[in-house]
């Protein structure tokens, strides 16, 4: 029985693949499933879409079912799996652009609605495809509104522009996204300096573990787990190990990884192998949203394993991230077993963000009490934030656990314009919305307003119903499916967002609780947390302890 189906690859199609295989380094033998990921993304390169039968003689060059091959190509949104338009255009339609005047109606009026959105076709009623795409957010919040023109980021895009680029009149742009230093700021991860690796080498495994556990630092991607017991368990575990830095940074209004990446390539790379050199392992990436191609390769650049994403949010999950890099659907798996037992390649695997790996080589040259001088005592050290929206000075602060919410937004200009502020949206979009009367909070990961470290300004021109309606739009998307908590109830959250009345609080709390409690991973256990949080500052749900004592969690 023949393992595929007999394909109808034409030469075109064998002739990509093979280039592809080549490029990689797989011209003679069959590659594992592990490079199929990276394959996908080099056959679109080369054929330009991911057509069936280049699916079909990928699979049979790989000795792969078919089902397998199609399976992982559908699951992104980078991957296309029909042609592309001539020149590929991408509008961001995400929260921050839409803030800051998307001209989403321009091109619409101009061009027609979107073919394509979150990775899926919407061919129009003729069967014709627009020339452009919706897409969420690309990560590039501080320049808000952002459209990619080909591979070129259009900042601060008008309808102007963005014709200008279709037409190649536009070149690339590149405009730093940390503000000049502005009083009272505070800046020790995002510096230049010299090399720790070699303290690190002399100080060996048992002393680094000791230093992380004395300085308390907790993970900044969002969970706050503390990267002591992590680093222990897989030091302390039998057999081959490994090391992940996750860069899949995806959530709407964060962008404050992929600065670090940009710019301080060396403090990953060097933050990755103090971790390796901790918990004794021998392999190491960097996992890197796909959409981040400047960011990917001056990591590269560092001689650090770098493996690309292809657009999932889900793959920000660890255990999902670990599916991707093994050439599976990115579906989160259950737990236990945990990854520090059971994790990429079913070998114990410590896996920390880019920020978190980010004050590894600060604090190894400067020593677990120079990191405690800053910040609280429950969250030590300084934090990265990305603050973009209705600000003057959009960009990435680094500041010290325990600011004032109100002082950050100070530091970056206050609220544009001159208009009153209406609302902050605290750690991305599965954060925390709260009021102009909530400017005296700290920052820190006991207030559970930190999250992802992004922070959303809205002033009182937004439509904060139009902002919930988008957050449940995107978490509805971005559900991998695997599990009907969070299948279904992002799609019934999306429904009731958008006919919100007083009438709905009590099935949106509901429906909450369920989904907290009873999905898989954190997409689905978060979904609804900044939605419940923003209920008391709507005018029909303000006020209301149904709305307001939902206990989410955004730190």
């Given at each position: 029985?023949?393992r ?8 075109a ?33 080369e ?5 069936r ?7 049979d ?5 078919f ?16 042609p ?8 961001c339609d995400d929260?921050?652009?839409r ?5 989403l ?7 027609g ?6 990775g ?55 405009a ?5 230093p ?28 000791d ?21 222990r ?10 090391a ?20 301080y ?17 021998k392999n ?5 949203r796909g959409?981040?191609e ?11 394993r ?7 949010y ?6 999902a ?11 989160p ?10 994790g990429?390649?079913g ?32 969250s ?6 990305a603050?973009s ?10 500041v010290?656990f ?14 544009w314009?001159?208009?009153?502020l ?17 400017l ?7 207030a ?26 995107f978490?509805r ?9 969070c ?26 609780a369920?989904?907290t ?13 900044a ?25």
């Amino acid at each position: 029985m023949e393992r595929n189906p007999p394909s109808a690859s034409a030469e075109a199609e064998r002739a990509a693949v093979g280039a592809a295989l080549a490029r990689l380094g797989w011209s003679e033998a069959a590659p594992p499933r592990s490079e199929l990921l990276p394959l996908l993304h080099a056959v679109q390169e080369e054929h330009g879409w991911l057509s069936r039968g280049c699916l079909h003689e990928l699979a049979d060059r790989m000795a792969l079912p078919f089902p397998d091959v199609w399976g992982v190509a559908s699951f992104y949104a980078m991957l296309r799996l029909e042609p592309p338009p001539a020149v590929r255009v991408q509008v961001c339609d995400d929260v921050t652009c839409r803030l800051r005047g998307a001209c989403l109606d321009a091109m619409s009026a101009r061009h027609g609605a979107p073919s394509r959105f979150q990775g899926h076709a919407y061919p129009h009623e003729d069967g014709s495809a627009a020339a452009w795409e919706a897409v969420p957010c690309l990560g590039q919040c501080e320049h808000a509104p952002v459209a990619v023109v080909e591979d070129r980021v259009i900042r601060d895009a008008t309808i102007e522009k963005i014709e200008a680029a279709m037409n190649g009149r536009v070149p690339p742009e590149t405009a730093s996204a940390i503000p000049d230093p502005v009083p009272g700021e505070v800046r020790r991860v995002m510096r230049k300096g010299p090399s720790a690796l070699a303290r690190a080498e002399e100080m060996g495994s048992a002393a680094l573990l000791d230093l992380v556990e004395k300085s308390g630092l907790l993970g900044r991607g969002g969970a706050a787990f503390p990267a002591a017991v992590k680093w222990r368990a897989v030091a302390g575990a039998p057999g081959e190990k490994w090391a992940i830095c996750n860069a899949d940074e995806s959530e709407p209004g964060t962008f404050k990884d992929r600065i670090v990446m940009e710019e301080y390539p060396e403090l990953i790379a060097e933050g990755l192998r103090i971790a390796m050199l901790a918990v004794g392992a021998k392999n190491g990436l960097v996992y890197v949203r796909g959409e981040y191609e400047e960011a990917a390769r001056r990591l590269a650049a560092t001689g650090v394993r770098v493996f690309r994403g292809a657009g999932a949010y889900i793959c920000g999950e660890e255990t999902a991230l670990f599916n991707s890099v093994e050439g599976r659907r990115g579906e989160p798996r259950n737990k236990p077993p945990f990854p520090t037992e059971h994790g990429v390649f079913g070998r114990p695997t410590v896996i920390n963000n880019v920020e978190t790996l980010s004050n590894l080589p600060l604090l190894v040259l400067e020593g677990a009490d120079a990191f405690r001088a800053h910040g609280t005592e429950r969250s030590a050290g300084t934090k990265l934030f990305a603050v973009s929206g209705h600000v003057e000075r959009p960009g990435v602060y680094e500041v010290p656990f325990g600011t004032r919410l109100g002082d950050l937004l100070n530091m970056a200009g206050g609220v544009w314009q001159g208009r009153r502020l209406q609302a902050v949206l605290c750690g991305g979009v599965a954060g925390t919305f709260l009021g102009p009367g909530a400017l005296d909070t700290p920052l820190a990961f006991e207030a559970r307003n930190v999250g992802s470290g992004a922070i959303v300004v809205l002033d009182e021109t937004a439509s904060l119903p139009e902002i919930l309606a988008r957050i449940a739009r995107f978490f509805r998307d971005e559900s991998c499916g695997q599990c009907v908590p969070c299948r279904v109830g992002t799609q019934r959250q999306l429904e009731l967002v958008e006919r919100i009345g007083s009438a709905d609080v009590d099935i949106l709390r509901d429906l909450a609780a369920v989904m907290t409690d009873a999905s898989i991973c954190g997409l689905g256990q978060t979904a609804a947390v900044a939605i419940m949080s923003a209920l008391p500052l709507l005018d029909g749900a303000r006020g209301d302890p149904r709305a307001s004592d939902f206990d989410g969690r955004a730190g």
